[in-house]
């Protein structure tokens, strides 16, 4: 299980005989990029700054700190190449952060990744997550779910049980946050088995131009946010991150008034 999985649409000749299934490491001028295979990019770094998030999608992911600014644990699924792994631990000092990762072999990569080694508040676990977070005792404030094979999205994320036993893991102000990149089709039931371990309590939003679909689904989000208050954290995380976190939160409340004004026309509409 490694980080976001992200397709190519042409094939540079130097990709051609990567073997397929295997983790590969291919240096591109700046960039670093972790390879399942000749046409599924993994993850994304730049070595003249390894911490920095390179894909869109693992920037909007963040927008959990609009939620939780100060979280104290973080559990994160697919290590990759460590992107969200080394931004969490650079840039929150005060988080615990947790990574679970199934693949030895890209564990085993993590170095030529600038991957920090495990410390008093950071590890690298081997495990599989839906037993990891079937076993555990832990009680975190953020998940953040970006966990692919090869082939694409791990097959036990499918499960409903999965994101029971994830939210039972968060505090009351937890919350989940899922990278999902699949058809419309499949994002449907992906989106429809979170929202049922939810409630119903969870934002969604399409990044552009990666393609990606970052879900938010929250433990506790009974009434609607104080937008106004976010918009004054959003400039203190900008700040202090260097995220756009302002327009996170923009899109953010869009999405939200979006789904809710969707969710409304469907409470009223008469069963046929």
Not at 25 to 49: A, C, T, V
Not at 137 to 143: C, G, H, K, Q, T
Not at 203 to 219: C, E, L, R, S, Y
Request: hydrophobic share 40%; proline share 7%; glycine share 6%.
């Amino acid at each position: 299980m490694s980080a976001g999985i992200h397709l190519l649409t042409a094939l540079p000749a130097e990709l051609e005989h990567l073997p397929v299934g295997e983790p590969s490491i291919i240096d591109d001028g700046p960039y670093r990029r972790l390879y399942f295979g000749p046409l599924h990019i993994q993850s994304e770094m730049h070595r003249d700054d390894p911490v920095a998030l390179q894909l869109k999608y693992t920037q909007r992911m963040m927008a959990l700190l609009l939620f939780v600014p100060k979280p104290k644990h973080i559990v994160i699924v697919g290590l990759g190449g460590g992107s969200l792994t080394k931004f969490c631990h650079r840039q929150l000092p005060k988080t615990r952060i947790t990574t679970i990762e199934i693949d030895a072999r890209v564990i085993a990569l993590a170095p030529q990744f600038a991957v920090p080694p495990d410390d008093g508040r950071h590890r690298i676990i081997h495990a599989d997550a839906c037993d990891w977070f079937a076993d555990t005792r832990e009680r975190v404030d953020a998940v953040l779910l970006d966990g692919y094979t090869d082939t694409g999205i791990a097959s036990g994320f499918g499960d409903p049980a999965f994101y029971d036993r994830i939210r039972e893991t968060l505090r009351p102000e937890g919350l989940l946050v899922a990278n999902i990149l699949v058809t419309n089709d499949v994002l449907r039931r992906y989106k429809r088995v979170i929202s049922d371990a939810f409630d119903g309590q969870l934002i969604a939003q399409k990044i552009v131009p990666d393609g990606n679909h970052v879900v938010f689904a929250f433990k506790v989000l009974r009434a609607e946010p104080d937008w106004q208050a976010m918009a004054a954290e959003a400039r203190r995380l900008a700040s202090r991150h260097g995220l756009d976190f302002p327009a996170y939160l923009r899109s953010l409340r869009r999405a939200y008034e979006r789904d809710s004004a969707e969710n409304s026309e469907d409470a009223v509409m008469p069963l046929l």
